[in-house]
Structure formats: C-alpha cells, structure tokens
Nanobody, 121 residues
Framework: QVQLVESGGRLVQAGGSLRLSCAAS????????MGWFRQAPGKEREIVAA????????YYRDSVKGRFTISRDNAKNAVYLQMNSLTPEDTAVYYC??????????????WGQGTQVTVSS
C-alpha cells in the first residue's frame, strides 16, 4: 500500500515556475512507476508526465515537453514535477499517482488528493 501527498501548488503568474512534490509512504515506493496527472474544471483528467521505477524512462504529454521535468528520489520516497514557463492553460488540480509506467490513468492504483495550480495571465 502506498499513500501519496502532493504539495507545492499555488497561484503563479504566466511565465513563472513551480515545483510540485509528492511524498509517498510505504516501503514499496521504489517498485512503482509514478505519474503526474491534472484536471482542469470541466475537462477530463490527463496525463502530464510519468517516470518508471528507476527514473531511467520518462514520458511527457506534448504540451509540456521542454517546459516540465519529472524526477524521483527513491531514497526519500518522493517524486517531483518541475514546471517552467507556465501558461494559464496549465491551471488545474495536479495529482500524483503510483502504478504501472503508462500514460493511462487506469494503470495507476494509488492517487494523492491533489494540489491546485493556478496560472494568472
């Protein structure tokens, strides 16, 4: 069992940066791939980025490539999402998830409660 708690979301101006963190409890954290998803009001949840258990493979949705970086520290049971050059279109609740390395939310079994990111124009 893995419990996930996100932090770092806040209001930021367009062009700014944020670093989201996800703290995981449980001794099996390093065996799971981790993903960041987001859901904006009135929109479906979408994958933002994913990283495999070792950090050797990553995935990004096209709209964040070159701006966002996902990373993990298995010694600290943590996964991060560095977000640069933010735009209002990045406004959403961001969720951390653990499961299989995939771009599909259905392959992730553990979810955090979410952290709000709001980008003002």
């Amino acid at each position: 069992q893995v419990q996930l708690v996100e932090s770092g979301g806040r209001l930021v101006q367009a062009g700014g940066s944020l670093r989201l963190s996800c703290a995981a409890s449980g001794r099996t954290f390093s065996s799971y791939a981790m993903g960041w998803f987001r859901q904006a009001p009135g929109k479906e949840r979408e994958i933002v980025a994913a990283i495999n258990w070792s950090g050797s493979s990553t995935y990004y949705r096209d709209s964040v490539k070159g701006r966002f970086t996902i990373s993990r520290d298995n010694a600290k049971n943590a996964v991060y999402l560095q977000m640069n050059s933010l735009t209002p279109e990045d406004t959403a609740v961001y969720y951390c998830a653990g499961g299989q390395f995939s771009s599909s939310g259905g392959d992730y079994h553990y979810w955090g409660q979410g952290t709000q990111v709001t980008v003002s124009s």
